[in-house]
C-alpha cells in the first residue's frame, strides 16, 4: 500500500469556482480574492484580513508594519519552519532562538524570560516575539502575554498550522480563537496545510493602521486599493508611498480558498477522527509516545508527532522512518530545530546543547499521514507497520543484549575496567 504524507481534499466546488475565474477573465487580485478576505476575517473573528501568497509573505508584512528594522531582535521558537526566523532575517534584524517545552513543542516561556534578559543585558533592543502554535495547538498564550507587556513586544503569532485552533485561559473562560490576542496573526494555505490554496496566507488584524500597511506593501507599497485600478471603480492614477513587495493573492487561489474555508469545519472534524483513530490503536504501545491535546485547547490536527522512546528501542528515528517508507508510508519530521541548521550554527554560533529539549526531541519525533481523506485501511496499516517495526527493533535489542550478556562470570563492567 502507498500512502502519502498529506493529500489535500479537492471537490468539485473548487474545481467549478477555478474553472468560472478562469472565463471571468479576471485571473489576479481581484472580487473572489476580496471575498475570502472577508470570510476568512469572520471565520477567524478579527476585523481585517490581508489576503498574501504564502504565510512567509504575510510574516514579512506583519514585521514591517510594526517597524522592525536592522538593530531589532525578535523572540522565535526554535522549534519551527525556517519562515518563522528567516522574516526577522529580511530586516537584517536578529533572531533570539528560544527553547520548547516537552508536551506540545511550543516556544518555552520561562526559557523566552531568561533569554531576553540576558539579549538586553547585552544592550539589544527586543521589539516582537513570534509565537508559533506547534502542530495547530495554540502554545502558552497567557506566558506570552505576560512577556510581551513586562518587555514590551509586539506579539504575532504564526498561526501557519491553526485553521482552526481555539484556547481559553481557564475551564469557565470563553473561548478564543488563535489571534484573539495579538496584534496580527499569520495563516499558511500551502498544499498540506489545514485548508489550502496550493500557495497562500492570510495575515489578521484588528487594528486598521497595520491592516492598512499590510495592504500596501503587499502590493508595491502603491496607495490604497491598487487592486481596483482596473475596474470600473477605479483610476489609472496610483501613487507609491513606500518601496512595497510583491506579495497579493490570485482570484484563482481564492477560488479554493472560498470552498476550502466554507468546509474548514467538516476538515477539521474529519482530522481529529483520524487523531483519535490513531490514539486508539497505538496508546499501549510503550515505546511511543502519543501527541496530547492540553487543557483549554482546540487542535487544529494539523500534524500528528509520535516520539520514539529510543531507549527501548535498537533503532533510531532515521531508521524508523526508512522501514515506514519501505512499506509505502509517506512520514515526515517537524522539525529540525533552527538552532541546528548550518546558516544558524554557523551566524551565531550555536550548538544542539543551547536548546537541549528541542534537540532531544528532534532525534525522536516522526509525524504521520493526517488528513481528512485518510482511510480507516489506510490507517490500521500504517498503525500495523509502526507495530511491525517495532518488534523488529526490539529483536535486535534483546539480540544485542544477549551478545554484550559477560560470558565470565564476574566481569567487571568497562566503566571499573583497570586501566
Ligand atoms: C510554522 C510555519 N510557519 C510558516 C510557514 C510558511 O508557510 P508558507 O509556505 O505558506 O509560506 C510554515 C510552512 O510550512 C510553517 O510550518
Not at 326 to 342: D, E, N, Y
Request: some cysteine; glycine content about 6%.
Amino acid at each position: 500500500m502507498q500512502i502519502p504524507f498529506f493529500r489535500p481534499n479537492i471537490e468539485q466546488p473548487e474545481i467549478d469556482e477555478v474553472v468560472d475565474t478562469l472565463r471571468s477573465g479576471w485571473l489576479t487580485t481581484g472580487p473572489k480574492t476580496k471575498q475570502f478576505e472577508a470570510d476568512f476575517a469572520a471565520y477567524v473573528g478579527q476585523t481585517h484580513a490581508v489576503a498574501v501568497n504564502s504565510c512567509t509573505a504575510a510574516l514579512h508584512l506583519a514585521l514591517e508594519a510594526i517597524g522592525l528594522g536592522p538593530d531589532d531582535t525578535v523572540v522565535v521558537p526554535a522549534m519551527t519552519f525556517a519562515a518563522t526566523a528567516e522574516v526577522v532575517r529580511y530586516f537584517g534584524a536578529k533572531p533570539l532562538l528560544v527553547d520548547c517545552r516537552e508536551r506540545d513543542f511550543n516556544l518555552n516561556v520561562a526559557d523566552a524570560e531568561q533569554k531576553i534578559k540576558a539579549a538586553l543585558a547585552r544592550g539589544e533592543t527586543v521589539k516582537a516575539i513570534l509565537p508559533v502554535h506547534y502542530g495547530g495547538q495554540v502554545g502558552d498564550m497567557a506566558g506570552v502575554l505576560q512577556l510581551a507587556r513586562r518587555f514590551n513586544l509586539h506579539i504575532i503569532e504564526d498561526a501557519a498550522h491553526c485553521c482552526p485552533a481555539f484556547y481559553r485561559d481557564h475551564e469557565s473562560a470563553p473561548w478564543k480563537s488563535v489571534g484573539a490576542e495579538s496584534a496580527i496573526s499569520c495563516y499558511s494555505f500551502y498544499a498540506n496545510k489545514t485548508i489550502t490554496t496550493g500557495e497562500g496566507g492570510m495575515a489578521c488584524t484588528n487594528n486598521p493602521k497595520l491592516a492598512e500597511r499590510m495592504r500596501i506593501m503587499s502590493l508595491h507599497g502603491i496607495s490604497k486599493d491598487a487592486w481596483k485600478r482596473f475596474t470600473a471603480e477605479g483610476s489609472w492614477y496610483y501613487e507609491i508611498i513606500a518601496s512595497g513587495f510583491k506579495y497579493n493573492l490570485t482570484d484563482i487561489a481564492s477560488s479554493i480558498g472560498l470552498h476550502q474555508l466554507r468546509k474548514a469545519d467538516r476538515l477539521h472534524k474529519q482530522r481529529a477522527g483520524w487523531a483519535e483513530y490513531y490514539f486508539r490503536k497505538l496508546r499501549h504501545v510503550e515505546e511511543v509516545i502519543l501527541p496530547a491535546v492540553q487543557p483549554n485547547r482546540v487542535h487544529s490536527w494539523h500534524l500528528y508527532p509520535i516520539r520514539l522512546r529510543l531507549d527501548r528501542l535498537a533503532i533510531g528515528r532515521n531508521q524508523f522512518m526508512e522501514e515506514l517508507k519501505q512499506r509505502g508510508i509517506g512520514a515526515s519530521v517537524h522539525w529540525m530545530p533552527l538552532h541546528m541548521h548550518p546558516y544558524y550554527r554557523e551566524k551565531y554560533g550555536y550548538r544542539p546543547e543551547d536548546l537541549p529539549i528541542a534537540a532531544s526531541l528532534y532525534g525522536q519525533m516522526i509525524s504521520l499521514p493526517l488528513y481528512p481523506d485518510l482511510t480507516a485501511a489506510q490507517v490500521d496499516y500504517i498503525c500495523q507497520g509502526i507495530h511491525e517495526i517495532i518488534a523488529r527493533a526490539q529483536n535486535l535489542r534483546c539480540k544485542a543484549q544477549s551478545l554484550v550478556t559477560p560470558v565470565v562470570p564476574h566481569a567487571r563492567p568497562l566503566s571499573q575496567a583497570p586501566v
